[in-house]
């Protein structure tokens, strides 16, 4: 019995370590734009580590570091753009975990009362929608999402104007959709231990 548990416990650690090895962090740093003046820019749709970020107007854009004291640099490749919609390359549901925010202007310059609002669609075309609130973010901070799982796209992101930047998202392939090596065998696996427990 306590083998069989033993087993057990150690299947799922297994499995676990596979998702969390299977998650992929978008965090822009190998991405090479254009420069202009102040900023970065870069074209759309936007490929990078097998997930497509389209814009409806334009392209993406990152500040870069400043000398003149008005820095809108956030330390780190984070891009701003207008809407936009996240998906996988090729198809297929993914879950967004999290990702970074911080209002479009540093140090308190113009800063707001933005929120940012993200809409996770799914294969039947129901939404699922959550809100951040950047009242004060003026260094990337990270926001969970809770329940976009199963998605085929991320939507966010405001018609008007860039509000805020985003950085470092959190992303793993929905379990509906093909996992390779453990994790793909954790069913069989927990079902021969129920068998082995019954006898």
Known sequence: MKTSMLRAVSLLALASCALAAHATLLDFEELTGSSN???????????????????????????????????????SIALYSG???????????????????????????????????????????????QSFALQGVDALQTFAFAGFTGLTALRFGVPSRPTYQFDNVVLTPSVTSPVPGPLAALPFALMVFKRRKRA
């Open 37 to 75: 003046g102040s900023i970065n820019t870069y074209g759309s749709p936007l490929t990078t580590q097998g997930y497509v970020l389209s814009a409806l107007n334009s392209g993406f854009f990152s500040f870069k570091p400043s000398n003149n004291g008005v820095d809108n640099y956030t330390g």
């Open 83 to 129: 809407p936009t919609t996240l998906t996988r390359s090729g198809g297929g549901l993914f879950d967004v975990q999290s990702i970074d925010l911080a209002n479009f202007y540093q140090q308190g310059i113009v800063s707001g009362g933005s929120t940012a609002v993200f809409v996770g669609v799914r294969p039947d075309g129901t939404t699922i929608a």
